[in-house]
C-alpha cells in the first residue's frame, strides 16, 4: 500500500539569505548561454536574408540547456524535492511562457515569463509559502520586460535574463520584510 503524498513541502527553516543569492546568482549565470540560444535561433528563424542559418538548433540547444539551469536553482538552493522541483519548474516554464509568448508580440516577454514560472517552483520555498508574492514578482518583471522591449529593445534583450530568477528573491525579501514589520507592530500593540 502506498503511502497517501502530502501537497505541502516539509517544514524547513528559511533559506539564508546569502545561500538563496548565491543559488539565484549562479542559475543566472547558467541561465545566460540558454537564453541567448533561444533568442539568436529565434532571430535566424526570423530572418528573411538567403544566408541566415537555420533557427531550430541554437533554439533546441538553448531549450536543452534549460533543465539544468532549474536543476541548478533546485539543488543550490536545498530544495527538499529537487529533482521533482526541476522537472515542474520545466513544465511550469512551457505552461506559462508559451501562452505569454503567444499573447505578447516578442520572444523576450514569453521567455522571461516561462523562465520565471520555472524557477518559482525549482527555487526553495519559504516556510509559510511564498508562491503568491513570487507569481507577483514574476507578472511584474514579465509587464516590465514588455514595456521595456519597446522603448529599448536592444537594451531590455541584453538584460532579461537577468529579471526571472532575480524577481524571485526580491519577492522573498519583501514578502519577509512586511512580515517583520506585521512582528513589530504586533509586539507593539499596534493593529
Request: aromatic share 4%; net charge positive; hydrophobic share 50%.
Amino acid at each position: 500500500m502506498s503511502r497517501p503524498r502530502t501537497s505541502s513541502a516539509p517544514s524547513l527553516e528559511p533559506l539564508p539569505p546569502r545561500k538563496k543569492w548565491r543559488a539565484i546568482t549562479i542559475a543566472t549565470v547558467a541561465l545566460l548561454p540558454a537564453y541567448l540560444s533561444i533568442v539568436v535561433g529565434l532571430v535566424a528563424g526570423a530572418s528573411d536574408r538567403a544566408d541566415a542559418p537555420p533557427g531550430g538548433p541554437a533554439i533546441a540547444f538553448g531549450l536543452g540547456l534549460l533543465p539544468f539551469v532549474f536543476v541548478a536553482l533546485a539543488f543550490l538552493s536545498s530544495h527538499p524535492r529537487a529533482p521533482g522541483a526541476a522537472a515542474k519548474a520545466m513544465g511550469l516554464s512551457l505552461l506559462v511562457g508559451i501562452p505569454v509568448a503567444a499573447l505578447v508580440p516578442d520572444a523576450v516577454t514569453g521567455l522571461v515569463a516561462g523562465i520565471g514560472a520555472g524557477g518559482a517552483a525549482a527555487l526553495r520555498p519559504e516556510p509559510d509559502g511564498s508562491w503568491k508574492a513570487r507569481a507577483l514578482g514574476v507578472a511584474a518583471v514579465s509587464a516590465y520586460a514588455a514595456v521595456m522591449v519597446r522603448i529599448v529593445p536592444d537594451v531590455t534583450v541584453l538584460l532579461a535574463p537577468t529579471l526571472p530568477f532575480t524577481c524571485l528573491g526580491v519577492a522573498d525579501h519583501l514578502r519577509e520584510q512586511r512580515r517583520e514589520h506585521a512582528r513589530e507592530r504586533e509586539v507593539a500593540g499596534r493593529p
